[in-house]
């Protein structure tokens, strides 16, 4: 960074542009998840015009990251364009999928871009059972994991955490393990179109899953930012770091229609000239970089209440107002009685 960017940082607590990008390329889907976050009946692609004018634009404010989302983001006619355009851009691209539209020929299509292009399965479980409790097209994933290693490209897995799957994680660390993944990502549940949490985690479950994951040897278990509850139980966390939603801090969405939002969870929109003006002046924004975990007399005697900040798409309350906290925190109790990991 440069030496203004680095004294912007230390003066306002976020950098001077955003770091990552969630480009929601397409909201259609072939597959019908219960738990997903969309609300039905997506249509629409990403016009490739305005694939160029963002791209332009978040490479001018030194975008080093853009997570591509959908609907399904494989399926996105001008995929193979925009992986193309991101190599001349330098960009590293990343993309969760379901699997479906797969092929050898489509993944080396992909490859032969030359682009950085990290891919990863979601998979919520190591059998066909426990994954359609909350998630269609087991058959796609295996068919993609199968076409991965084929082609010997590196790929993880994607799982979110629900009491209906937990129970099953050690099985599928093994399963993703013995079919050659680098890894998994842990996500927490986040409301579904409906505005519903399904399946949220209870104590009991916080604590069998950090329980294994401290017992792992290696770093193969990765629990995503924005999961302040379980990274807070797991003992390699460091109080130090960014444990809370990186929106407004390191990263925005753009939709496929073009709007402004801090999470592609959230759906407050704005339409703004370009990335800079909106991470500068977007009064949601400011918001969340200046919402307190106070907010709910529950989080006001937690020991970590200014570095715990829950995710915004956790419970009905937080999305609506934006505010941080959480009046059902299942393990402020525990970090209380001075939690897992005392440092």
Not at 135 to 142: E, N
Not at 216 to 227: I, K
Not at 229 to 254: A, D, M, P
């Amino acid at each position: 960074m440069k030496k203004y960017e680095i004294d912007f940082l230390k003066k306002n607590q976020y950098f001077y542009n955003p770091k990552t990008i969630q480009m929601e390329i397409t909201n259609c889907c072939p597959l019908k998840c219960k738990q997903c976050y969309k609300p039905p009946g997506g249509e629409t692609y990403m016009d490739f015009d305005m694939v160029q004018k963002i791209m332009k634009d978040a490479y001018q404010c030194n975008v080093k990251y853009i997570m591509i989302n959908g609907g399904e983001p494989l399926i996105y006619p001008h995929l193979i364009d925009f992986l193309k355009l991101a190599k001349r851009y330098k960009f590293e691209i990343a993309c969760v999928t379901s699997g479906y539209s797969l092929t050898e020929e489509y993944l080396n299509t992909i490859i032969d871009t030359g682009c950085y292009f990290q891919l990863d399965i979601s998979l919520n479980g190591s059998t066909k059972e426990i994954h359609e409790l909350s998630r269609d097209g087991y058959d796609y994933a295996m068919n993609a994991i199968s076409i991965m290693n084929e082609c010997h490209r590196p790929y993880g897995f994607n799982w979110v955490s629900r009491t209906d799957n937990i129970r099953d994680f050690p099985r599928l660390v093994e399963f993703a393990r013995e079919k050659n993944a680098i890894g998994i990502t842990v996500i927490t549940t986040k409301l579904d179109g409906y505005g519903r949490l399904q399946s949220k985690l209870l104590k009991e479950d916080y604590l069998f899953l950090s329980d294994y994951i401290n017992n792992l040897e290696d770093d193969f278990v990765t629990v995503q930012h924005c999961f302040p509850y379980l990274n807070r139980l797991i003992k390699s966390f460091n109080k130090s770091r960014q444990n809370k939603c990186t929106s407004g801090w390191s990263s925005i969405c753009i939709d496929v229609d073009g709007f402004y939002r801090p999470c592609v969870h959230l759906y407050n929109n704005e339409k703004r000239n370009s990335i800079h003006e909106y991470w500068m002046e977007s009064p949601v924004l400011e918001k969340i970089r200046q919402a307190k975990n106070i907010t709910y007399n529950n989080c006001s005697d937690c020991i970590e209440k200014e570095i715990c900040k829950t995710c915004f798409c956790m419970n009905e309350d937080n999305m609506k107002k934006l505010t941080i906290g959480d009046p059902l925190c299942p393990i402020k109790d525990i970090v209380n009685k001075g939690g897992r990991n005392v440092l």
